[in-house]
């Protein structure tokens, strides 16, 4: 290993910034903590001439990332320009090609790609890590990866997208709507240009993906990620959630199952006085199960300059220190294809509808549930002043299948006026 | 590096026995995640011939923990003995002389000789690694030394001794007094042999002292870490904390400060909507901020089979992958010896005092608090049917020293009946 470590870095938004600060403000320590030098020998972006309050005068200049990731004095290949293909697919792949180690904060990359660009890696003896691109500043990647390599993984969760997580605290918290919190959200610049990576569970899904891949030694299936938003949640839903000791969150499940691989990012009920639960704002949080660990929470800054530059430091210095882990954590050849199934570990269910307010309305939804076999923990039906009566359920345990027959056969009564909203209760 | 990777395992007890049980067990995945076969070749305890659930046939014995940790087939020595000097200090020091890898769970050893084992280790190629020694099975040891090396880390808390937290729990939600959680915990086998360990802080502050030392590159010192057990707090303390909205933890803090590094392992009151105020029973929590990442906190299980040997067995994989951190996150000789300050950085304090019940009593308290600079932010005084009046008083941020000037003038006065208790707030 040479004293020196050299980085190329391609993208230079808040995040690439925020890694050409602390290479220049903390060479002493960084070289203290891994024993090599951790310079910087070239930077890439869209734009040069614009002022990122940082000097980068001293580095080499490439418009193109590909010529950025190949050169001769780059050892690492920072790769913080985002997006599943285009440049920063053809940049990476350049990169390991020439047997760089690459450090990425690209989530929509690797959740398209992570399998062959880990076979890639392999290929040439090369290293690719992604700590900043799941839970931002949250270690996960490397506890799940290596701290906790000695256990049967049984289940991740995650909050993860901090935006989601803003939204739906500030309809509890401040009694907005969806829509007056997704405003609000969007003029905080909280929101991605394309606010579905979002509010759709996109972003999130992605990064489930990861962890999933890791946590069971299976290749990466973001298609795979039953994905729903929260655009169906109501204040309606937060108050009731509320009122019964839970909060709702937009949450990512996996688990291997004798069935497949469940992986689910949508809005759950957890219990209000969880971790999970308690997580305000744009706070992420993971939460890993093992057989010999029992369950292990982390929570920290999902987002921001600071926390994912930090994740892409810690991978910088892993590889300054001589880390070869595999990118999943086995070897890509190992990483099995998993089944993929529907999230259809039995859960309780927390369903939400309106009625025609008709005799009889009740009884109907009532035995449609209980033909599919679901029984009824509590139900409510709400005062109205028209002719639909809105009508909140609660299931005991029950399999989604189940829940999905009796939702049809609600539907085919008649009486049901807006299609039910059905959230999982998750026991966390 | 070979294919093989055998280990000596010294010290059968249940974290032993679980350690086995996992190479045993998850021989085929270990081996998936780190390239290697492992292996046990011999082992060495106390006692030979008892039954520990586990076959050990096929194990070389040693009675002697030197000679199994010297053994030409051993290439990693586990040392889960415990006793900070003796046997287990003997044999990790053989087994490092011999240039073999180490992993230990001992907190004791390495708190009272950490420098000079991290020496040791270094001058023989070997690496020492001790995830379990800390807050079990939380991969906090991995998340400070590698995940965030990219930070100056600016404070360290934890809720690291389950016995402590568990007995404040207990006083707080079943209404025991500390003499009845005590008893509980014992009845239940949650204490040392020598429960000053566990209730006077001596257990979590070992812990403490080698996270300060990753954190601040300085020398492990625990005997600069300013020590108070639980045995001082009432049940009348939790409530008149919890009625104001803050739990009462045994809270470990390290922070650096112009003055030098602050080590303490008190009770302290923690906001009761925090993480580490919601954090019930005997589960661990740290608490890592660092200058990009901001607040990290990890929760999970503090003790146990199956999270200590996770832990363990974390450390192992990393040896088996190749990882060759230094035993502190930086080499031994670059470790500074750090000026040991008083835990003074300005915070609000709980104070409880019985007064005398004359007139001018309580104004002879504030005017002592009022000269010493510290200012009163609210006070109680109870209603009560004898000569002595309880009083509580929270005071706005002061230092511990202006506060400990006070509180000896207010011994001065003659009024106080009962030493004052001097609770910290701690804002997290």
Sequence with gaps: MSQLLRLGIAGLGTVGTGVVKIVRQKAPLLTERSGRSIEISAVSARTRDKDRGVNLSSYAWEDDPVALATREDVDVFVELMGGSDGPAK????????????????????????????????????????????????????KALTEGLAGNDIERVMGVMNGTCNYILTRMEDGGLTYDEAFAEADALGFLEADPQLDVGGIDAGHKLSLLS??????????????????????????????????????????????????????PCLVPANSPLGQLQGGTNMVVIEGDQVGQIVMRGAGAGEGPTASAVMGDVMDVARGLRVSTFGRPAASLVEAVPARASTPAPYYLRMTLADKPGALAKVATALGEAGVSINRMRQYGHNDDSAPVLIVTHKTTRNALDQALAAMEATGVVITAPVALRIEEV
């Design 90 to 141: 053809a940049a990476v792949e350049a990169a390991l090609k020439a047997g760089k180690d690459v450090v990425t904060a690209n989530k929509a990359m690797l959740a398209h790609h992570g399998q062959a660009l880990a076979a890639l890696a392999e290929a040439h003896g090369a290293v690719l890590r992604f700590e900043a691109a799941v839970a931002g500043g949250i270690p996960v990647i």
């Design 213 to 266: 891949s890791i946590a069971f030694g299976t290749q990466v299936n973001f298609d795979a990620v039953e994905l729903e938003g929260i655009g169906s949640v109501t204040i309606e839903d937060i108050r009731q959630a509320a009122d019964m000791g839970f909060r709702i969150k937009l949450l990512g499940v996996a688990r291997m199952t004798g069935r497949g691989l469940e992986q689910s990012m949508a």
